[in-house]
């Protein structure tokens, strides 16, 4: 899952620049958006997916979907 790192120029009251950090959304498409929720997760070997808001739904309708079968 990318990083994406934002530095905004605002120096806080510590003395170090403001920096923000977002993980974007795993979507296979190459969604832009920032990833909210966390699909899955496998500790042992580092690895997260995480997707944003609309493909979180996405994902929820398709396992909805599978289970009625």
């Known amino acids: 899952m990318p ?3 934002i530095r905004t ?3 806080g009251t510590d ?4 920096i923000l950090r977002e993980y974007l959304c795993d979507w296979s498409a190459g969604c ?3 990833a909210e929720h966390v699909l899955g997760a496998a500790p042992d070997v580092g690895l997260v997916c995480a997707v944003c808001p609309e493909h979180a739904a996405m994902s929820t309708n ?3 979907d599978s289970r009625a079968d």
Do not use: D, I, P, Y
């Open 3 to 5: 990083w994406v790192t």
């Open 9 to 11: 120029g605002v120096v």
């Open 15 to 18: 003395g170090l620049e403001t």
């Open 32 to 34: 832009a958006n920032v």
């Open 62 to 64: 398709r396992m909805s």
